[in-house]
């Protein structure tokens, strides 16, 4: 048995699940992978000699269990990557950790309207509501490059968790054809150019759950 385990959801769906494997993967962690299937007969069962919540994602790391994505994504930079998860520059690190908060928090039409589903490819309408939703993440991802992004690709130059936490809403922005200014545009592309998040999207479109089943999202 490893000493890092990460207990995810269906890779097709479970969108939350995406942000620590992605920074474990980033960052060459290895880790033992442990994938439950979501909306189940039996998934409360198999989930619940490793998640309090019952839900996905979660951490173990010898005796200590973490879960909820963005408190696993924090414990991994603090724990096992001696705090390079964020940018070191206090200003940027800050700047990183509110709009993660702010992805991890709000944009409750986006969760609902347009759920992560790697096999989607469809051009879909959204409400005034998303809209507004999807215009404060292109002005994040806009205005945080156009701050912090002048040494690589990524919102701060250099891959962090900040990209973690976004990667699913780029899955779910080219899933449905969101309409997106061109910095930001930009930057969606990136992280789908991801080998791990093109990986990643392969074995979701792989999986042969039946599409019908309902979306729940889990932190």
Same mark, same amino acid.
Request: hydrophobic share 40%; charged share 25%.
């Given at each position: ?7 995810? %959801? ?37 989930? %619940? ?33 001696? %705090? ?22 709000? +944009? ?57 936490? +976004? ?5 779910? +922005? ?29 074995? %979701? ?15």
């Amino acid at each position: 048995m490893k000493d890092v385990r990460l207990v995810i %959801g269906n890779k097709n769906y479970s969108s939350w699940s995406l942000c620590p494997w992605l920074l474990l993967k980033m960052f060459d962690v290895d880790f033992e992978e442990i994938q439950i299937a979501l909306y189940q007969d039996n998934t409360a069962e198999k989930l %619940g000699p490793y998640s309090p919540s019952l839900k996905v994602p979660v951490l173990l790391h010898r005796e200590v269990t973490v879960w909820d994505s963005l408190s696993i994504c924090e414990y991994i930079s603090e724990e096992l990557l001696g %705090g390079a998860g964020w940018p070191g520059n206090p200003k940027r690190k800050s700047n990183a950790r509110s709009i993660c908060a702010e992805m991890h928090s709000e +944009f409750p039409h986006l969760k609902k309207d347009w759920p992560m589903n790697c096999k989607a490819s469809y051009r879909l309408l959204p409400s005034d509501a998303l809209v507004n939703e999807i215009a404060r993440i292109d002005a994040i991802w806009s205005c945080t490059r156009r701050r912090f992004g002048e040494t690589g690709n990524y919102l701060f130059g250099r891959f962090s968790i900040a990209d973690c936490m +976004f990667a699913p809403v780029a899955v779910c +922005f080219d899933a449905y054809g969101a309409e997106l200014s061109s910095d930001a545009y930009t930057y969606m592309q990136t992280l789908l150019d991801n080998p791990f998040v093109q990986k990643w999207i392969t074995e %979701g479109r792989r999986e042969k759950e039946p599409l019908s089943i309902a979306y729940a999202s889990n932190a």
